[in-house]
């Protein structure tokens, strides 16, 4: 039909068909072409010029394919098409009506599609639409691939997609989609730079195949839950300072969180289900990398690149490994009560264990940063860092051998005698190599008393020691000493008195044991065993008692000595003698001992000796 001008409409006042046969349908001219009632040929429809208007909802039925020329229209008023084959550079009018489209074969749309109706996609074939339709219903992918550009710069859909099957977005420039997409299908990036100025709700997986697929900015879940990314090398995935969980992440890529600021820009959290493994080898952070990363999901995700993100991370559930370590400064590794963080190489970042940590392989993981928590840490360890057992207090287990690096800080708090509970402490089933700074720090405004003993690493081999040890947090009372000779055998500290030494030094005299620096009859070691000031002049009610002591009506010499069992290597003993000259501890009863008393006698009463006389032995043993 060529229709120059005007309009040429084909109806008829019976029903049936017109139209019949095998043979093709075209369209020429400027004017209009109306059909108002069903057509029966099967051969192609040619729209060359003007426009091929439907009034019919059967009026192309039975045609086999539709070849739109531009500047041509095929205008389908407010009735629902379908047509097998469409391909052309026209403009196709839906009005409100709708138009299912698709085969096996591919087809392609240069043109534009107007209007306020709907587009179906079927068949398994792929439909390519490359112009810039401004139509605002929805468009259904039901089968097949629905593809949006053609590697230009054009090709645009301005409703929302309802995508069941496959959907690729393949434009040259920096494109932004306005719409939503949902469904159960795939959405594939081919193009330059993708973006989204809504949360997109497709449960699908999402392909990065090049360029940057760029979520709406600070828009929580920019992206399903369920959907799993696929990031091919050089693309990028930008997810623009929003919380955002996916079920899945592959590829060797690039993500990213772009803001202008470089503050904290959102989190990424990958879910990861039960019996699925998946690996990352692409890099987590690139050129903008101020995000924090969540793990989810009782799955496996390997992250096997040179990550760079700055946020902290989270292990929740599952396993989160690092085959190739991290080492760029960033937030806090936090791995929860049922997760797992495995790694090799070198973790540089502060960790908070209180679930498991593994060394991967058989070398060494080193850990450089803050240690902490109450988990269990699984393989062979080089702690370079600074290690804090528990949750202050608490206890670190170590299934390996543990290596302290030469920098490295052990620091235990101590706020009690329970160990793990009150007190920090390091269990190692292997050997402990022991270096570095043991800092003490007494906490819970507890004081220790002597005679304490705490086991701050305990291993089944020992060797080298601590460099230094810093005490400065761990102050004891001034006749209390931290003993730190096992601490290369066993890891125990031990608190003791102060020696004899020690405690003269403090008051800046010689340890003299017989001196009497006041002149009042009282040596050094005496004022030393009873805990006295030996700048000050003993008072007499700080000095042994020597009084009576009567059982029934007997009488006996006797002597009580209240002393300083932080002394504990003064041995103090009473003897008795007839002359002054002979002295024997024989015949001393000792009546009363403690810690801090004892109270001798006589063995005989006085009614039996005309002179008895009683004194007290001090003996300063050997000082280590």
């Known amino acids: 039909f060529e229709v120059t001008a ?3 409409e084909i109806y008829s006042p019976f029903t049936g068909q017109i139209l019949a046969g095998e043979g093709a349908l075209r369209k020429t001219g400027m004017g209009d072409l109306i059909l108002s009632l069903p057509t029966g040929y099967t051969g192609a429809t040619y729209i060359d010029a003007g426009t091929l208007e439907i009034n019919h909802g059967s009026a ?3 045609t086999s394919s539709i070849d739109l020329a531009s500047p041509a229209t095929l205008h389908i008023n407010d009735y629902a098409v379908t047509l097998t084959v469409l391909n052309g550079a026209g403009t196709i009018a839906l009005g409100s009506g709708i138009l299912t489209t698709g085969s096996g074969d591919d087809q392609s749309l240069s043109g534009v599609i107007t209007g306020t109706g709907d587009l179906v996609k079927v068949g398994s074939g792929t439909l390519n639409l490359s112009g810039n339709s401004t139509f605002t219903g929805v468009t259904t992918i039901d089968a097949g691939t629905l593809t949006i550009g053609n590697g230009g710069a054009s090709g645009d859909i301005a409703g929302n997609i309802n995508n069941n099957a496959s959907l690729v977005f393949r434009r040259s420039d920096d494109y932004t989609y306005q719409g939503v997409i949902s469904g159960s299908g795939g959405v594939i990036s081919d193009g330059a730079v993708l973006r989204f100025n809504a949360a997109q709700t497709y449960e699908g997986p999402t392909t990065i195949n090049s360029g940057v697929y760029v979520l709406p900015f600070e828009v929580t879940q920019g992206l399903s839950s369920s959907t799993s990314v696929a990031i091919a090398s050089g693309a990028t995935l930008d997810i623009s300072n929003s919380a955002l969980t996916i079920s899945g992440l592959t590829g060797d890529g690039n993500v990213y969180s772009f803001r202008d600021n470089n503050a904290s820009a959102g989190n990424l959290t990958v879910d990861t289900a039960s019996g699925q493994a998946q690996t990352f080898s692409g890099v987590l ?7 924090a990363l969540s793990k989810t999901g009782e799955g496996v995700l390997t992250l096997s690149g040179a990550n760079t993100y700055t946020g902290a991370t989270t292990v929740n559930q599952g396993t989160l490994e690092f085959n190739n370590g991290l080492t760029s400064p960033g937030g806090e590794i936090f791995i929860t009560q049922t997760g797992t963080l495995a790694a090799s190489g070198t973790i540089a970042r502060n960790l908070r264990n209180n679930a498991n940590v593994v060394a991967l392989g058989e070398s060494l993981l080193t850990l450089t940063g803050i240690i902490s928590g109450s988990g269990h840490f699984t393989g062979d360890f080089v702690f370079a860092g600074t290690t804090r057992p528990g949750n202050s207090p608490g206890l670190l287990t170590v299934d390996g051998d543990l290596t302290f690096g030469e920098n490295h800080v052990l620091e235990a708090e101590i706020g009690g005698l329970l160990r793990g509970t009150e007190y920090d402490a390091l269990d190692i089933t292997g050997a402990a190599d022991l270096n570095g ?4 720090l007494l906490v819970d405004n507890f004081i220790p008393s002597r005679g304490d003993v705490f086991v701050v690493v305990s291993a089944a081999s020992f060797s080298a020691e601590f460099t230094s040890l810093d005490l400065s947090g761990a102050t004891l009372p001034a006749n209390l000493r931290w003993d730190v ?3 290369s055998s066993n890891g ?5 008195g102060r020696t004899f ?4 030094s403090d008051f800046s005299l010689e340890a003299n044991a017989s001196e009497d620096v ?7 070691l005496v004022k030393y065993a009873l805990g006295l000031d030996p700048t000050v002049r003993a008072d007499a009610a700080d000095l042994p008692d020597f009084a009576s002591w009567a059982n029934g009506a007997s009488k006996y010499l006797a002597v009580r000595v209240v002393r300083d069992p932080a002394a504990e290597n003064v041995t103090i003993t009473a003897e008795i003698s007839n002359d002054l000259e002979i002295w024997s501890e024989g015949e001393v009863v000792l009546i009363e001992e403690t810690d801090s008393v004892h109270h001798f006698r006589d063995s005989k009463p006085l009614s039996e000796h005309l002179r008895r006389f009683l004194r007290l032995r001090f003996t300063l043993g050997a000082e280590e």
């Open 6 to 8: 005007g309009s040429l």
């Open 60 to 62: 192309l039925q039975g």
């Open 285 to 291: 952070g690139s050129s903008f990398p101020h995000f």
């Open 437 to 440: 700074t043991l800092r003490v």
């Open 485 to 487: 000779s096992e601490l």
């Open 492 to 496: 125990s500290l031990r608190v003791r």
């Open 501 to 504: 030494a020690e405690w003269a």
């Open 518 to 524: 006041l002149g009042e009859g009282v040596s050094l």
